[in-house]
């Protein structure tokens, strides 16, 4: 008990070292069942509850870990040290005593994954691998294979995996899904050209396809992120059709002085969280969820709307500009706000959820569609669309498309296949989203003090697993743990009453 509260038992990198805590896990989780169907067997037969079914999703992300010796820049002195200077002089001893046909470099990333049941709200931390440097789609998908293994080993079986955009998890999932390593491209000749391949075979559970999803989180940023790019003298310069005029974020920045207009005459803001930050977009507010994730809510999308459609009013000249730029967020608002970020859950093939999906994705599809048939016959003096080009501006670069793809292609793909299995089951998309992994991260990084290294994300990892693990036992939720009264020493507090009714 004294090594589990001092966290003297640490779980060591990779999988086989994890065998013992999924073991663990997949007890839990057979408790769960059976407490499941005790009350399925109380509960009316007129609404039944599903049993669970043991299948998830997999969602794994890399975090770098600094060294234990920092420097300061600003003080010009070295802080964070684990022995004194005296001490430090020892260290020479030791490098002088190891292999140096073995190379002894201190971990500078860390992969962590996490498994996350479809079929109920059971979490289980996975393994996590540290590397020396920058990660390569053939080191991802040796950590892949192993995390798998070790999770099918105790019958917690994978659908989908859940990870960032990085270019290296694209290469993964391009090596795994079969398809070349550069763009996706078109598929010409076929009635869905941008149709794409975004599953394999689960290597562990063949009768099981393993469908990737990119997280919304991410794609989302890289969407808006994509519209900032649009504006002259920016590598974008979007065009619905090729003799029509560009749209992108000069809209915004317009929005922006028009609301900066009317708190000067303190009339009421359209879109009160609008901030400056946000329209201006540095390099941390490109990285941040929540200036991405207003662009494509209600206020923003009413506030253009009604600027370019006046009531009584003949239209502004840039009505057009902004007009598209609200169509491209509406598409967004579709695909994540009212989509893969909804709190909703999507029960069918023809739930609301999946058909705002679909509505948002066809909109890119439409655009891509009525430039690639303009340039066929295009005029002369036109240059030539080129969708895979890196300078090519009228449209999504191809990273952002591709990624796009994956993600559409995987929810729909998971939705049909996962409902095909277990029809009385739904899928909550927010389940499918890499911020469980960055929440880890936060608590871990909490922990270390802001300074997360690859000695003390260990003892962190193992605080917040016992943690889950003492709240999961207290609140018991096949018990009925909020119908049960607590037991507290405190005095309970007494409503205050006020003096001219003590005197009555």
């Given at each position: 008990?004294?090594?589990?509260?001092?966290?003297?038992?640490?779980?060591?990198?990779?999988?086989?070292?994890?065998?013992?805590?999924?073991?663990?896990?997949?007890?839990?989780?057979?408790?769960?069942?059976?407490?499941n169907?005790?009350?399925i067997?109380?509960?009316?037969t007129?609404?039944?509850?599903?049993?669970?079914?043991?299948?998830?999703?997999?969602?794994?992300?890399?975090?770098r870990?600094?060294?234990?010796?920092?420097?300061?820049?600003?003080?010009?002195?070295?802080?964070?040290l684990?022995?004194?200077?005296?001490?430090?002089?020892?260290?020479?001893?030791?490098?002088?005593?190891?292999?140096?046909v073995?190379?002894?470099?201190?971990?500078?990333?860390?992969?962590?994954f996490?498994?996350?049941?479809?079929?109920?709200?059971?979490?289980?931390?996975?393994?996590?691998?540290?590397?020396?440097?920058?990660?390569?789609?053939?080191?991802?998908?040796?950590?892949?294979?192993?995390?798998?293994?070790?999770?099918?080993?105790?019958?917690?079986?994978?659908n989908?995996?859940?990870?960032?955009?990085?270019?290296?998890?694209?290469?993964?999932?391009?090596?795994?899904?079969?398809?070349?390593?550069?763009?996706?491209?078109?598929?010409?000749?076929?009635p869905?050209?941008?149709?794409?391949?975004?599953?394999?075979?689960?290597?562990?559970?063949?009768?099981?396809?393993?469908?990737?999803?990119?997280?919304?989180?991410?794609?989302?940023?890289?969407?808006?992120n994509a519209?900032?790019?649009?504006?002259?003298?920016?590598?974008?310069?979007?065009?619905?059709?090729?003799?029509?005029?560009?749209?992108?974020?000069?809209?915004?920045?317009?929005?922006?002085?028009?609301?900066?207009?009317?708190m000067?005459?303190?009339?009421?803001?359209?879109?009160?969280?609008?901030?400056?930050?946000?329209?201006?977009?540095?390099?941390?507010?490109?990285?941040?969820?929540?200036?991405?994730?207003?662009?494509?809510?209600?206020?923003?999308?009413?506030?253009?709307?009604?600027?370019?459609?006046?009531?009584?009013?003949?239209?502004?000249?840039?009505?057009?500009e902004?007009?598209?730029?609200?169509?491209?967020?509406?598409?967004?608002?579709?695909?994540?706000?009212?989509?893969?970020?909804?709190?909703?859950?999507?029960?069918?093939?023809?739930?609301?959820?999946?058909?705002?999906?679909k509505?948002?994705?066809?909109?890119?599809?439409?655009?891509?569609?009525?430039?690639?048939d303009?340039?066929?016959?295009r005029?002369?003096?036109?240059?030539?669309?080129?969708?895979?080009a890196?300078?090519?501006?009228?449209?999504?670069?191809?990273?952002?498309?591709?990624?796009?793809?994956?993600?559409?292609?995987?929810?729909?793909?998971?939705?049909?296949?996962?409902?095909?299995?277990?029809?009385?089951?739904?899928?909550q998309?927010?389940?499918?989203?890499?911020s469980?992994?960055?929440?880890?991260?936060?608590?871990?990084?909490?922990r270390?003090g802001?300074?997360?290294?690859?000695?003390?994300?260990?003892?962190?990892?193992?605080?917040?697993?016992?943690?889950?693990s003492?709240?999961?036992?207290?609140?018991?939720?096949?018990?009925?743990?909020?119908?049960?009264?607590?037991?507290?020493?405190e005095?309970p507090?007494?409503?205050?009453?006020?003096?001219?009714?003590?005197?009555?």
């Open positions: 008990m004294l090594k589990e509260f001092t966290c003297a038992r640490l779980y060591a990198p990779g999988a086989a070292a994890w065998d013992s805590h999924i073991m663990e896990q997949a007890k839990e989780y057979m408790h769960l069942q059976q407490g169907a005790q009350v067997e109380s509960e009316a007129t609404a039944p509850r599903p049993a669970p079914k043991q299948e998830g999703c997999l969602i794994f992300d890399e975090v870990v600094i060294g234990k010796i920092m420097w300061n820049s600003k003080s010009q002195q070295m802080f964070g684990a022995m004194s200077p005296a001490d430090l002089g020892k260290l020479q001893d030791i490098f002088m005593s190891m292999d140096p073995n190379k002894n470099q201190k971990a500078s990333y860390v992969l962590q996490l498994w996350r049941d479809l079929t109920s709200a059971k979490d289980v931390i996975g393994p996590y691998y540290t590397f020396e440097g920058t990660l390569g789609y053939k080191n991802i998908i040796t950590c892949l294979y192993d995390t798998m293994r070790v999770f099918h080993k105790h019958h917690f079986i994978v989908s995996i859940v990870c960032d955009g990085a270019s290296s998890n694209l290469a993964v999932i391009k090596q795994l899904t079969g398809s070349r390593r550069s763009s996706f491209g078109v598929l010409h000749g076929e869905d050209r941008h149709k794409i391949c975004a599953h394999f075979r689960n290597w562990f559970c063949p009768d099981v396809d393993v469908f990737f999803i990119i997280c919304p989180s991410h794609q989302m940023k890289n969407m808006i519209l900032w790019q649009s504006k002259q003298g920016r590598t974008k310069q979007f065009q619905k059709s090729l003799y029509s005029g560009g749209f992108g974020w000069t809209a915004i920045e317009l929005m922006w002085e028009r609301e900066l207009a009317r000067s005459k303190n009339i009421a803001r359209e879109v009160p969280r609008m901030q400056r930050s946000y329209v201006e977009r540095d390099a941390w507010t490109k990285l941040n969820v929540p200036p991405a994730k207003i662009m494509q809510q209600e206020a923003v999308l009413a506030e253009l709307m009604q600027y370019a459609n006046p009531k009584g009013e003949p239209k502004p000249l840039n009505a057009e902004t007009l598209l730029t609200a169509e491209y967020l509406l598409a967004c608002s579709q695909l994540f706000e009212n989509g893969m970020l909804s709190h909703s859950i999507i029960k069918d093939g023809n739930s609301a959820i999946l058909n705002n999906i509505t948002g994705y066809r909109y890119f599809e439409s655009w891509l569609d009525t430039l690639l303009e340039n066929t016959n005029q002369v003096g036109y240059s030539e669309f080129k969708p895979s890196p300078k090519e501006t009228r449209f999504l670069s191809w990273q952002t498309w591709d990624l796009l793809r994956v993600m559409f292609f995987g929810i729909c793909g998971l939705t049909e296949s996962f409902h095909a299995r277990h029809p009385e089951h739904f899928i998309p927010l389940r499918l989203n890499g469980a992994v960055e929440t880890l991260f936060s608590q871990f990084k909490h270390a802001g300074k997360l290294t690859s000695i003390n994300y260990e003892t962190s990892l193992r605080s917040v697993m016992m943690k889950q003492k709240r999961s036992s207290v609140h018991a939720s096949g018990k009925g743990y909020r119908d049960v009264a607590l037991q507290v020493t005095v507090l007494k409503r205050k009453v006020a003096k001219s009714r003590r005197k009555e």
